[in-house]
C-alpha cells in the first residue's frame, strides 16, 4: 500500500467509449499530477492541481479531462480514445512543492482497441 | 530550462557486481534530487533523495550524492541483486509550489544470477 490507490488497475476500452480514471490519496497532500507512461518513451505529464485548481496543462489533446473534486481525489475522464493512448496512467501526490518528492500510485494500465 | 539526463542502458550485470547508473541535471537555483525505481507491472517508488548540495541519500544499499560542481546524482550501489532488477529514474524539483518533478527517460537494470 503506497498511501495512493488507482483504480481500475486494468481496463480494456474501445474507441467510442467513455470511461474515468480514479485516484485517491489520504496521506494529507495538496498536490496531485496525472502522468502518462508509454512504452520507450518518457514519462509524459499531463496535469497539475495545486489546492484543487489546475496549475499546469501540458498541452494535452481534450479527450483527456481531469477533474479533481477535492483535495483526495483525482479523476481522469477518457472519451473517444485513439489506440496510441494506450499506455500505463500513473497518479502522484504531493505536499507544497514537488521538492518533497511524490508518492505514486500503482498506475492504471489502458488498451484502447 | 530544468532538465535532466541519464544514461538510458539497458544496464546488465551479475549478481554482486558494482552497480553505476550516472546523472546529470541543468537547473537554476538550487534544486532538490531523487532517484525513483520502478519494478516491473508497479508504479514508480522514491528510492532515495537530497535536497542540497553535498548531501546523500541513501536507502536499501543504494547511495547517490549531490554534486553541484559537476551538476551530478549518480546512483550507485556495490553489490547488487536479482531483486534489484528494475527501472530507475533521476529526478528534479525546483521546490516551486504547484510544479511538477522533472524525470529522466529512465535506465533499465537487469541482474542475472
Known amino acids: 500500500e503506497t498511501g495512493v490507490t488507482q483504480t481500475p488497475r486494468h481496463l480494456v476500452m474501445g474507441m467510442t467509449n467513455k470511461k474515468s480514471l480514479k485516484c485517491e490519496q489520504h496521506l494529507g497532500h495538496n498536490a496531485m499530477y496525472w502522468y502518462k507512461q508509454s512504452a520507450k518513451k518518457p514519462l509524459e505529464l499531463m496535469f497539475v492541481y495545486s489546492l484543487e485548481e489546475r496549475v499546469e496543462n501540458n498541452s494535452v489533446p481534450s479527450r483527456f479531462s481531469p477533474e479533481c473534486p477535492n483535495s483526495s481525489h483525482l479523476f481522469l475522464h477518457l472519451h473517444t480514445l485513439q489506440p496510441e493512448d494506450s499506455a500505463l496512467y500513473l497518479c502522484?501526490?504531493?505536499?507544497?512543492?514537488?521538492?518533497?518528492?511524490?508518492?505514486f500510485g500503482s498506475g492504471t494500465r489502458l488498451t484502447v482497441v | 530550462g530544468n532538465s535532466v539526463t541519464q544514461m538510458e542502458g539497458p544496464v546488465t550485470l551479475s549478481e554482486e557486481a558494482f552497480l553505476t547508473i550516472n546523472c546529470t541535471y541543468t537547473?537554476?537555483?538550487?534544486?532538490?534530487l531523487f532517484w525513483y525505481v520502478q519494478y516491473p507491472g508497479e508504479g514508480l517508488q522514491l528510492l532515495l533523495k537530497a535536497t542540497k548540495a553535498d548531501d546523500k541519500g541513501s536507502n536499501k544499499g543504494f547511495e547517490a550524492t549531490y554534486r553541484k560542481e559537476t551538476t551530478s546524482f549518480h546512483l550507485e550501489k556495490g553489490s547488487v541483486q536479482v531483486s534489484d532488477s528494475a527501472v530507475y529514474f533521476c529526478a528534479l524539483s525546483d521546490g516551486e509550489a504547484g510544479t511538477a518533478l522533472i524525470f529522466g527517460k529512465g535506465t533499465t537494470l537487469s541482474v542475472s544470477s
Open positions: 502522484a501526490s504531493s505536499q507544497g512543492g514537488s521538492s518533497y518528492g511524490y508518492t
Open positions: 537547473a537554476t537555483g538550487y534544486p532538490s
